[in-house]
């Protein structure tokens, strides 16, 4: 079972057939989920005794499982935030399982954690941190806020060793993304809502008028958002980070979706303030053209980090006794894939130019987009676009006219734009980070509106 065999070699050709089929498809078929009962129908059960062999399953797998999954690296996927791999990235993340890595510590991984770091080590000079700036690729930002915001409790603990709060608290507005009320739950630390205006943007005096009006002593961070999920807005992160100093609060920065734009230079003022923070995520299976999952976590001083998440056993001594960089120390986490090893790969490969360009187009398909719907009498657009996040209404439209029309566009093979809520109130929205996804296509989607 564990020798490359005859059996093995042909398994290994049929697999290398279907990825290198799968990646020339142009475009992508969107496909679509099926009921339980029609995949089993289709499948039936396949955990046997003897097993069915590879070359079968490989077939069953591409003929009917496959199918069943949207492919969210399709040009007009347009829903959520959508996942657009180069094929550089993809084809080393073939190389990666192949290899058999653990990315867990500098003993087991040197070279794949050094070369992980050489990619955070982009980001965070991207992002004008010091160069003694550092973090690890964890699963998703919501292992990476739970991280980040683990360690900043973890500098506070130290700093009020002989004063602790009652409860400890994180602020941040109702906008933030729901791992960060997760993450609440999961510490047992209460949340301190920000009101905010009416385009949900947080400034430093909203966020120091909240603190002073909750009168909560225990507040030890502050989360901005660099691109909200629902509309991309990005937070005021200079004056907020303005506050966080002044008040000596942690400031972190949940940029999973929006941080990306900071490679693109028509759009990187948006993010001033952002040298300021304490940590950030960015994920570049989003918007940076690397396969699921990968996110960046950054620390501005990976030092409380890492005392905030090394875990102590007597098998774990050899590796903690020295100081190699060893990635588990820096999330919530010990066994881990070196999953930024793709992302890493395919910017050395390609350059951080074509990073520029593919992001820019993004960003000018997405203007087109506005432009489109400002220009057609049935439809409105709900905010002017920061990033490449278009939400927009179709008037006169109930919550089940944006169902059957979103059903529709999927069963058709045409585009998936599903409905989200806005202000209580039933909208729609285009996440554009494909940078395959063209003029022509949001046209075309938004003529089915008429």
């Given at each position: 079972m564990h020798r490359f065999d005859?059996?093995?070699?042909?398994?290994?050709?049929?697999?290398?057939?279907?990825?290198?089929?799968?990646?020339?498809?142009?475009?992508?078929?969107?496909?679509?989920?099926?009921?339980?009962?029609?995949?089993?129908?289709?499948?039936?059960?396949?955990?046997?005794?003897?097993?069915?062999?590879?070359?079968?399953?490989?077939?069953?797998?591409?003929d009917e499982l496959a199918a069943a999954c949207i492919s969210i690296d399709s040009p007009r996927y347009l829903s959520f935030i959508p996942c657009a791999p180069t094929k550089a990235s993809i084809l080393f993340d073939l190389v990666v399982s192949a290899s058999s890595l653990y990315g867990g510590t500098w003993l087991e991984g040197a070279g794949a954690v050094y070369a992980e770091n050489q990619a955070l080590g982009w980001l965070a000079g991207l992002a004008g941190l010091p160069e003694t700036a550092g973090g690890v690729f964890v699963p998703g930002a919501t292992v990476g806020n739970l991280s980040a915001l683990v360690a900043?409790?973890?500098?506070?603990?130290?700093?009020?060793?002989?004063?602790?709060?009652?409860?400890?608290?994180?602020?941040?507005?109702?906008?933030?993304?729901?791992?960060?009320?997760?993450?609440?739950?999961?510490?047992?630390?209460?949340?301190?809502?920000?009101?905010?205006?009416?385009?949900?943007?947080?400034?430093?005096?909203?966020?120091?008028?909240?603190?002073?009006?909750?009168?909560?002593?225990?507040?030890?961070?502050?989360?901005a958002t660099a691109g909200t999920t629902n509309l991309g807005i990005i937070d005021d992160l200079d004056s907020v980070g303005q506050v966080c100093a002044d008040r000596g609060l942690w400031f972190h920065v949940d940029g999973a979706y929006g941080l990306a734009a900071l490679v693109a230079p028509s759009v990187r003022s948006?993010?001033?303030?952002?040298?300021?923070?304490?940590?950030?995520?960015?994920?570049?299976?989003?918007?940076?053209?690397?396969?699921?999952?990968?996110?960046?976590?950054?620390?501005?001083?990976?030092?409380?980090?890492?005392?905030?998440?090394?875990?102590?056993?007597?098998?774990?001594?050899?590796?903690?006794?020295?100081?190699?960089?060893?990635?588990?120390?820096?999330?919530?986490?010990?066994?881990?894939?070196?999953?930024?090893?793709?992302?890493?790969?395919?910017?050395?490969?390609?350059?951080t130019d074509a990073y520029t360009t593919a992001v820019e187009r993004t960003l000018t398909v997405a203007r087109y987009a506005a432009a489109q719907i400002r220009d057609r009498p049935y439809l409105d657009l709900l905010h002017e676009p920061e990033l490449s996040v278009v939400a927009f209404r179709r008037r006169d439209w109930s919550p089940g006219d944006y169902a059957a029309w979103s059903r529709d566009l999927l069963a058709g093979g045409t585009a998936f734009v599903v409905e989200t809520i806005h202000e209580g109130e039933t909208v729609t929205r285009f996440a554009v980070v494909n940078p395959e996804t063209t003029e022509a296509d949001i046209a075309m989607i938004l003529d089915t509106m008429a």
């Open positions: 005859a059996g093995s070699e042909v398994l290994a050709d049929a697999v290398l057939a279907y990825s290198r089929e799968r990646m020339s498809l142009s475009p992508v078929p969107l496909d679509a989920a099926k009921t339980p009962e029609e995949l089993f129908a289709a499948v039936g059960t396949t955990i046997t005794a003897s097993g069915l062999g590879g070359e079968k399953l490989l077939r069953l797998f591409g900043a409790r973890y500098r506070a603990r130290q700093e009020r060793a002989s004063d602790p709060p009652r409860r400890w608290a994180i602020a941040a507005t109702d906008h933030v993304h729901s791992s960060v009320l997760s993450a609440c739950e999961v510490m047992d630390v209460d949340f301190v809502p920000i009101p905010v205006p009416d385009d949900g943007r947080l400034t430093g005096p909203a966020l120091l008028e909240a603190l002073e009006a909750a009168g909560h002593d225990g507040v030890f961070a502050v989360v948006r993010f001033n303030g952002i040298e300021r923070a304490d940590s950030f995520v960015v994920d570049p299976h989003k918007w940076l053209f690397a396969p699921f999952d990968c996110c960046a976590l950054v620390y501005r001083d990976p030092a409380v980090a890492r005392a905030a998440h090394t875990q102590r056993a007597g098998y774990l001594d050899v590796l903690t006794a020295d100081d190699q960089f060893n990635p588990s120390d820096y999330a919530v986490g010990l066994t881990r894939r070196p999953r930024g090893l793709p992302f890493w790969f395919s910017l050395a490969a390609h350059g």
